[in-house]
Structure formats: structure tokens, C-alpha cells
């Protein structure tokens, strides 16, 4: 069976926060990283070359493929910055009416900036999908 790519590394993330050429969205990435770790109350950490995780799980497919991953992170793509983590929790629906512009991928949320949504809401889903990643996985 395949390793899992994505591990936690040595790689410092205000390095790779500010090897990030266009300006805002350094600093949508910055901000991010910030609500992320209130939300967590938890050191970012990077995730291979390009993902700032936050704690991290061990999974366990039906399938027997398994795993550890970060709990909740981010990582800035072409064209919109990757949320990654979502778990589906009790009220979740509603929080993402309320979010503003964005997309749903199978576990991941895309922004384009950060401005097109409500941060306070983005800090409640990220709270409560690490809160229910917990309490299945840790």
C-alpha cells in the first residue's frame, strides 16, 4: 500500500508564509493562519512543501489504508486558498449559508480572499470541525 505524501516537517511556516509572492494574499494567508491557531488554540506546523496544519489525527479507511493528517489546515493554491479538514458537524449547513463566497470539494472549502467571507463564521466552522474530528479520530 502507497505512503501517505503529506507528513509534518521541520519547514518553518513564517517562511513559507512569506515566500508567498502577491501581497494579499500573503496576508490572507497570515490572517489565516492566525484564526486558525484562536480556533485550535494550536501551533501551526507545516505538511509537506505546501500545507500550514494544525494538530493532527490518525485514520483508518474500512479499505485498511491508514494514516495521520492534520486536523484542520490551509494551503494557497492557483487559484484560491485550499481549506483543508471541513467535518461535518451538527449546524455546520447553517454556518456555511452565512460564510459567503466560497466552494465545497469532498472535505475542503475554497476561498478566493479572505474579504468574501466572514471570518467569525470561518473560526466557527474550523472550531467545530476540529471538535468533531476529535471525538472520532483522537
Not at 493562519?33 to 474500512?62: C, D, Q
Not at 489504508?65 to 458537524?89: N, P, Q, T, W
Request: net charge positive; charged share 30%; hydrophobic share 35%.
Amino acid at each position: 500500500m502507497a505512503e501517505n505524501k503529506t507528513k509534518p516537517t521541520q519547514a518553518s511556516v513564517a517562511d513559507y508564509l512569506s515566500a508567498i509572492d502577491d501581497e494579499a494574499r500573503r496576508e490572507d494567508c497570515k490572517a489565516l493562519a492566525k484564526l486558525m491557531t484562536r480556533a485550535t488554540k494550536l501551533k501551526p506546523k507545516m505538511w509537506g512543501p505546501s500545507i500550514v496544519g494544525f494538530g493532527s489525527y490518525h485514520y483508518k479507511y474500512e479499505s485498511g489504508r491508514e494514516g495521520d493528517m492534520c486536523l484542520v489546515g490551509f494551503s494557497l493554491r492557483k487559484g484560491d486558498i485550499s481549506i483543508y479538514g471541513m467535518a461535518d458537524f451538527r449546524g455546520q449547513d447553517k454556518l456555511f449559508a452565512k460564510l459567503g463566497k466560497h466552494k465545497m470539494g469532498k472535505g475542503c472549502l475554497y476561498v478566493r480572499k479572505l474579504v468574501d467571507i466572514d471570518p467569525k463564521i470561518l473560526e466557527q466552522l474550523v472550531a467545530g470541525s476540529v471538535a468533531e474530528r476529535k471525538q472520532r479520530y483522537v
